[in-house]
């Protein structure tokens, strides 16, 4: 069996809000997080939630959990929101509707995923 490495950037549509159906869907760039990058996540919340008050743990756990995504995401083309274009996860997560961050967050954690919804040639 021949499995894409966690630095393979796949092309994916994702199914939300009649996407897959556009005729110019937004499509995202993104790669896998390994599970070295997620245990390495895991232990800096450990870290994070012993040294700080409950709302600096949570604020600088969300920053993190933020910046392991975002390293994901490669490119995102054709999406606008209310006309802006968005091009990064952070205007992604400043704009776009809990849904389709909620979905690329599910992917960039999920191979199966990456590979259901990768566009195929």
């Known amino acids: 069996m021949e ?3 966690n630095d393979h950037i796949y092309k994916v549509i994702p199914n939300l809000f009649g996407n897959e159906k556009a005729e110019n869907p937004a499509i995202f760039h993104l790669k896998g997080i390994s599970q070295n990058d997620f245990s390495a996540a895991v232990r800096a919340e450990s870290v994070i939630s012993q040294n700080h008050t409950r709302e600096e743990a ?21 999406l ?35 590979m259901e919804y990768e566009i195929k040639n």
């Open 58 to 78: 949570a604020k600088k756990i969300s920053e993190n959990a933020m910046k392991l995504v975002s390293g994901r995401v490669v490119k995102i083309e054709n």
């Open 80 to 114: 606008s929101i209310n006309g802006q274009e968005i091009t990064t996860y952070e205007d992604l997560v400043k704009h776009a509707p809990r849904e389709l961050v909620n979905w690329i967050v599910a992917a960039v954690h999920s191979t199966d995923v990456l």
């Open 3 to 5: 499995i894409k490495g």
